[in-house]
């Protein structure tokens, strides 16, 4: 948690602190943490504000999955009052966090307005566990990190819209920081995190059990011993990726190893992205060089500053590149997917307390702040041509008899790491249904479908043929229409009536060509 006894003037970025080994136990973390509000609550509140801009620069918020939670959310308010046969809502108790604050929100003020308020909240969650988190690991409030915290906020994991992961991992970040710096019974408040971390996602309270395991441990083993807890911690992910591999079908990714380092997070919508990507990992290999040549005669110093920041990052690598992308499980009829990618999240934060180590310095801000520039421009323009997407598919499906179903085959641009297909899910709300909603026929969600039904598929492989274009459509499937990206630049959309025998991908860009 921030110390409330540093002084946050421009002058303190010169200003070299005392840094422990272990977390001393002089002052509660959480009276810290309150004061700190106190003292600095207009600060607070004019990062938050700024840090919120991205989901408000545009009608929609364009991060993915996010549309097809909201699509639920839609189908959900239709179970409970009877207008959906065939659908029904399952009793889950994990991967449900987000979609039930959306739920709830939406009950009292619509789903547009909930959208934009549970993101909100998510991020600020986000953003701010992660803050205590890495001022926690430094022991003093750093500010000069914010620019790459935003971006790391807004990066890949928020883009893809895996909501309730990235809501765990805020969660947990909070849980992680009143370990390292709180006192005993402050550290007793985290077991009310644990089922809340659950809600969200597993990963969460995988990451607040284990990770806070190992924060615990090494309180109180000397500096020394260290190397071996950190040899022990990676000995236990070897045991676990052995195990997933011996007892669960497994993909891996393709995307060489050393590519997942955290900076991959701001790598999005097309190879441009590169620029900001590698500008960071120049800047950050720069001034850490720079911050131990500047400290090189004190070596307890650099040791206290470095070690746990370092750990944590070799541990986030580790576990990135040695897990599976896919894991099937046999209780849902699709794999857990994009895990490697999901997980750099944790390095891109721990690269933050790497960078949060370092003696301040004003170019640390000011090249964090170069690459955030970049970066948010290169998003505010493609998230804007994601939203007029949408707002044609909108537009498109006024005109249609209420209720139809809709099969979409929309790709991400070329270079794109960013799926964008759910941005007909959102659109369908109140006008149609999406055929190919992904989440019923998972069973990961808490919308389910019997077979049969007339709003969406109810197993995975139609699901997938439809939105990869290989569905062949049925007689009685129809009415039913094609909503399809019909340019090179793949942001014109089109939309047909589908007839039986088709393939529903027969016309527009095609998989072939990607």
Not at 113 to 138: D, R
Not at 234 to 248: F, Q, V
């Amino acid at each position: 948690m921030p110390s409330t006894t540093e002084k946050d003037q421009p002058a303190s970025l010169d200003q070299e602190p005392q840094r422990p080994s272990r977390p001393a136990s002089d002052a509660p973390a959480l009276a810290c943490a309150a004061a700190f509000l106190r003292e600095r609550w207009s600060r607070v509140l004019a990062i938050s504000a700024a840090l919120l801009v991205p989901c408000f620069w545009h009608r929609h918020i364009e991060a993915g999955d996010l549309a097809s939670h909201t699509y639920n959310a839609w189908l959900a308010q239709l179970i409970a009052r009877g207008q959906a046969p065939g659908l029904w809502l399952a009793r889950q108790w994990n991967n449900v966090l987000f979609d039930l604050t959306l739920s709830g929100l939406g009950s009292l003020f619509g789903l547009r307005v909930a959208e934009k308020i549970a993101v909100a909240l998510a991020v600020l969650i986000f953003f701010w566990g992660a803050f205590a988190l890495i001022s926690a690991i430094a022991r003093r409030v750093s500010w000069f990190v914010l620019p790459l915290l935003a971006i790391a906020t807004y990066g890949w994991t928020f883009e893809m819209g895996f909501l309730n992961y990235y809501l765990a991992l805020g969660l947990s970040f909070f849980g992680l920081a009143l370990i390292w710096r709180g006192q005993a019974w402050e550290r007793a408040w985290v077991v009310a995190l644990v089922p809340l971390t659950w809600m969200a996602h597993p990963l969460g309270t995988a990451l607040l059990l284990g990770l806070g395991a190992y924060l615990a441990i090494t309180r109180i083993v000397p500096q020394r011993f260290q190397p071996l807890l950190t040899a022990g911690a990676a000995l236990l992910l070897l045991a676990g990726r052995s195990y997933i591999t011996g007892h669960y079908p497994v993909r891996w990714s393709l995307t060489p190893a050393l590519l997942f380092n955290g900076a991959d997070q701001l790598f999005l919508y097309g190879p441009r992205y590169q620029l900001p990507e590698y500008l960071l990992l120049g800047l950050a290999v720069i001034f850490l060089l720079a911050d131990l040549f500047q400290r090189r005669t004190s070596k307890p110093a650099l040791l206290a500053a470095y070690g746990l920041p370092l750990q944590l990052y070799a541990l986030s690598l580790l576990a990135a590149w040695s897990l599976p992308s896919g894991i099937q499980l046999p209780q849902y009829s699709a794999p857990l997917s994009l895990l490697t990618e999901r997980l750099t999240s944790l390095c891109a934060i721990f690269t933050c307390c790497l960078l949060g180590a370092m003696k301040p310095k004003r170019w640390h801000l000011a090249g964090l702040s170069l690459v955030a520039g970049i970066f948010f421009l290169f998003l505010y323009q493609d998230t804007g041509k994601v939203d007029k997407m949408e707002t044609q598919v909108e537009r498109y499906l006024a005109t249609l008899p209420p209720g139809q179903r809709i099969a979409s085959t929309i790709w991400p641009f070329f270079g794109s790491r960013v799926f964008i297909t759910h941005i007909v899910d959102r659109a369908c709300i109140g006008h149609a249904f999406s055929y190919n909603n992904y989440e019923p026929p998972t069973q990961q969600f808490r919308v389910r479908a019997t077979p049969g039904n007339p709003i969406v598929a109810s197993d995975f492989a139609t699901s997938d043929a439809i939105q990869t274009g290989r569905y062949v459509v049925r007689q009685e499937d129809l009415p039913m229409y094609q909503i399809y990206q019909c340019d090179v630049n793949m942001t014109r959309l089109c939309a047909r009536a589908l007839t039986a025998g088709e393939p529903n991908g027969r016309y527009g860009i095609q998989p072939v060509m990607r």
